[in-house]
T-cell receptor, first 114, second 116 residues
């Protein structure tokens, strides 16, 4: 089974609107971390936000927030007030505390329309 | 604090050759991971090193190998290159060791390898 599933290959959003990028995960660990990364066309992966499995509040970092629903095993990224510079690939990732590697989803390509 | 650096940034090799890619992690980071990224396969984990020891390995053939030095710098080597090895190779460093699920990875700019 896939550890991380991103079901939206591509998304479009109007500038200044909010957008939600979906991510579901699969783990039997109680302790794990969830991460979102942004990859612009330049290729470099940029860390955006982290959510720990024991965190009761949703993580926020500026315009980024992570909608964490533990029971549903989802960790959706919400970008508020989209900007043209937000156009990029977005990857959801997970790391389990049992010492294994980061698992990445297949990514969602976000295009912000002026 | 300087970010993760990778050298070279671009590389063109021919089939059958070997290649060595280098990665310098963020100062203080002891965990280094390598990934291969292609349009068809996405981001695939190659291996992770911590304190000079390989801690995790992805599902790649033995032609792909790596090592980590005492200063945490890491190299990966691909021998007998194949056309399918053309990809962006990303290195990432992390403060925490394997098992520390709260530590994010910071990525370098990548090495784009083209095999002809």
């Amino acid at each position: 089974a896939q550890k991380i599933t991103q079901t939206q290959p591509g998304m479009f959003v109007q500038e200044k609107e909010a957008v939600t990028l979906d991510c579901t995960y699969d783990t039997s660990d109680q302790s794990y971390g969830l991460f979102w990364y942004k990859q612009p066309s330049s290729g470099e992966m940029i860390f955006l936000i982290y959510q720990g499995s024991y965190d009761e509040q949703n993580a926020t970092e500026g315009r980024y927030s992570l909608n964490f629903q533990k029971a549903r095993k989802s960790a959706n990224l919400v970008i508020s007030a989209s900007q043209l510079g937000d156009s990029a690939m977005y990857f959801c990732a997970m790391r389990e505390a049992t010492g294994n590697q980061f698992y990445f989803g297949t990514g969602t390509s976000l295009t912000v329309i002026p | 604090k300087a970010g993760v650096t990778q050298t070279p940034r671009y590389l063109i090799k021919t089939r059958g050759q070997q290649v060595t890619l280098s990665c310098s992690p963020i100062s203080g980071h002891r965990s280094v991971s390598w990934y291969q990224q292609t349009p068809g396969q996405g981001l695939q984990f190659l291996f992770e090193y911590f304190s000079e020891t390989q801690r995790n390995k992805g599902n790649f053939p033995g032609r792909f190998s790596g090592r980590q030095f005492s200063n945490s710098r890491s190299e990966m080597n691909v021998s007998t290159l194949e056309l399918g090895d053309s990809a962006l190779y990303l290195c990432a460093s992390s403060l925490g060791p394997p098992g520390a699920s709260s530590y994010e990875q910071y990525f370098g700019p990548g090495t784009r390898l083209t095999v002809t």
